[in-house]
């Protein structure tokens, strides 16, 4: 479904990826692991345009690489920023309103279904969600965000109660029946949860392609990628 | 009392003028960050389109004229924000320091071409009787255009509310200005909701312009000029990004100004703007956020 080729995004002085080249399939969660800092959200961030990027990105068959960010996501990719990035001096049925767009089937019912509290809380300000809240709106938008048939979703579980990461959880579950997702997320229980495949970024470049179970069930590999230490060696 | 019905009254149509050419430059500002110093051009232009247009009509019916310098001014307002967004600012959106230059080049150029074509001297503009007329208001004569220009501002800022709460582009523009990038992302092509606030923007100031003639009886090349200052100020203390708070903004420095004028002595209005920025700044640090 998307197709990503040598991927290059340079940050001021700092190069963060360095030709990153992976395919995302269609259906399911894909999961976008590795240790901190390695240009996880970069890779979203280049996929979608929001930062300046070289190489070539072709999403359902078409290049994507040079169109600009609301082309991209018009052409049905839709995003959940790391910091969720609601409108928060609009209500919660503005800032949905907002990823509406005419002539698409809308998700009003799925998104409802999901997050019972957006309709609850449609005229609340999104500024005065909590932080639970506010990523399930997040989700909703980008539920919403019509026509869209791939979620790039960063970090949906950071800084979030257990409980709330639950709701999540099943929620992304539900959402992959509809879209794929390729999903950023530094808690690998949530990853390993959710995803099937998994993609590792190591120091801007692709370490390991293949599925979630084979990089968690090789204690080597889980070390070296993610930093994971074998049970019982922590201090 | 009626001195100060007078002053207050009087203020609420100077108030009218700052909040026109203030609107514009607060949404500008507020959703594009970027600081226009062209839009006193847009001011000073608009209207001098508006008085050689309707030059001819101005020795027959004044009414016409003065209607059809308006409609013109706000035309014209609208047309030179749009080739000035089109063709000068959006290729500056990621140089703020080039974007300052240019409009501060456009606003020169504008005034010393105004000076080159019309000349210097101030070009007299002709209302209707009415409006040379005053109205008694609270034991004061009121002159109409004051009031006039009070209405037609309240009007605008219903008009401009309206635009911001109960459309889509002005739920764009509320979003745009908190988080551009994330609007972009949601598939909104922001550019189009840019220039069209840039229009809007443009729109308002042409209507300031050619009311500030009918206010002061005259326009000037340099009038634009002024008015920006005071514009800026106004956008300051009001929030930028904030509509009602221009609004707000603008009654509050030209009320204080007539009253100190008065009071005081002349000139000490002006100055008491300059003491009004500095309070609002101290008592509200983090102006750069929307109200």
Same mark, same amino acid.
């Given at each position: ?71 991209? &996501? *018009? ?10 990035? %609601?409108?928060?001096? /609009?209500? $919660? =049925?503005? !800032? +949905? ?67 709330? &990461? *639950? ?10 029946? %509809?879209?794929?997702? /390729?999903? $950023? =997320?530094? !808690? +690998? ?47 | 009392?009626?001195?100060v019905a007078l002053l207050l009254l009087t203020g609420l149509g100077l108030g009218g003028l700052y909040f026109l050419i203030a609107s514009g430059l607060s949404l500008i500002w507020g959703l594009?960050?970027?600081l226009n110093f062209a839009h006193g051009a847009l001011f000073t232009?608009a209207a ?22 308006l409609?013109?001014a706000i035309?014209?307002g609208?047309?030179?924000a ?55 208001v609270?034991?004061?004569?009121i002159p109409n255009t004051r009031l006039l220009i009070a209405s037609i501002a309240l009007l605008v800022l219903a008009a401009l509310l309206f635009f911001l709460r ?7 523009v509320r979003?745009?200005v ?19 606030v840039f229009?809007i923007g443009g729109m308002a100031a042409g209507l300031a312009g050619f009311l500030a003639g009918t206010y002061f ?6 009038r634009g000029t002024s008015m920006l200052i005071f514009a800026f100020i106004v956008v300051v203390i009001g929030g930028l990004g904030s509509v009602t708070g221009s609004a707000i903004a603008a009654v509050v420095v030209a009320v204080v100004q007539q009253f100190l004028n008065f009071?005081?002595?002349?000139g000490i209005g002006d100055f008491s703007v300059v003491i009004l920025l500095a309070a609002a700044l101290l008592v509200r640090?983090?102006l750069t956020e929307a109200g």
């Amino acid at each position: 479904m998307l197709e990503v080729r040598d991927l290059r995004v340079r940050i001021g002085q700092s190069q963060i990826l360095h030709g990153l080249s992976f395919d995302v399939p269609s259906g399911g969660i894909t999961g976008l692991l590795g240790r901190n800092g390695v240009g996880k959200s970069t890779t979203l961030r280049g996929i979608l345009g929001l930062v300046t990027r070289s190489g070539e990105i072709g999403f359902a068959g078409a290049a994507i690489g040079t169109l600009r960010t609301y082309e991209i &996501v *018009r052409r049905g990719i839709a995003y959940v920023p790391e910091d969720r990035d %609601v409108f928060s001096s /609009l209500s $919660v =049925e503005e !800032n +949905l309103q907002l990823a509406e767009r005419p002539g698409n089937a809308l998700r009003y019912d799925l998104v409802y279904e999901l997050f019972p509290e957006m309709k609850a809380r449609g005229k609340q300000r999104a500024g005065t969600l909590s932080g639970g809240q506010q990523q399930m709106l997040a989700i909703s938008r980008a539920l919403l965000n019509a026509g869209n048939r791939l979620l790039l979703v960063d970090e949906p579980t950071k800084g979030l109660s257990p409980l709330v &990461v *639950r709701d999540v959880v099943d929620a992304l579950k539900r959402a992959s029946e %509809v879209v794929t997702i /390729l999903l $950023v =997320e530094q !808690n +690998l229980s949530v990853a390993h949860k959710l995803a099937r495949d998994a993609i590792v970024l190591d120091q801007g470049r692709v370490g390991y392609v293949g599925t979630v179970d084979a990089l968690m069930s090789d204690p080597a590999l889980a070390r070296h990628h993610l930093g994971l230490r074998p049970a019982g060696s922590g201090r | 009392m009626s001195t100060v019905a007078l002053l207050l009254l009087t203020g609420l149509g100077l108030g009218g003028l700052y909040f026109l050419i203030a609107s514009g430059l607060s949404l500008i500002w507020g959703l594009m960050r970027v600081l226009n110093f062209a839009h006193g051009a847009l001011f000073t232009v608009a209207a001098y389109v508006a008085w050689q247009l309707t030059l001819p009509w101005q020795t027959g019916n004044a009414a016409v004229a003065w209607l059809a310098g308006l409609v013109i001014a706000i035309v014209a307002g609208g047309v030179c924000a749009f080739l000035l967004e089109v063709f000068l600012i959006r290729p500056l959106y990621a140089r703020p320091i080039g974007q300052i230059l240019v409009t501060v080049g456009v606003a020169l150029a504008a005034v010393a071409l105004i000076e080159g074509i019309f000349g210097s001297d101030p070009k007299q503009m002709i209302v209707p009787a009415w409006m040379s007329a005053s109205t008694h208001v609270f034991g004061a004569d009121i002159p109409n255009t004051r009031l006039l220009i009070a209405s037609i501002a309240l009007l605008v800022l219903a008009a401009l509310l309206f635009f911001l709460r109960g459309t889509r582009y002005g739920l764009v523009v509320r979003a745009g200005v908190e988080n551009r990038a994330m609007v972009e992302a949601l598939g909104i092509d922001v550019d189009r909701a840019f220039t069209l606030v840039f229009v809007i923007g443009g729109m308002a100031a042409g209507l300031a312009g050619f009311l500030a003639g009918t206010y002061f009886g005259y326009i000037d090349p340099a009038r634009g000029t002024s008015m920006l200052i005071f514009a800026f100020i106004v956008v300051v203390i009001g929030g930028l990004g904030s509509v009602t708070g221009s609004a707000i903004a603008a009654v509050v420095v030209a009320v204080v100004q007539q009253f100190l004028n008065f009071y005081a002595a002349p000139g000490i209005g002006d100055f008491s703007v300059v003491i009004l920025l500095a309070a609002a700044l101290l008592v509200r640090p983090r102006l750069t956020e929307a109200g």
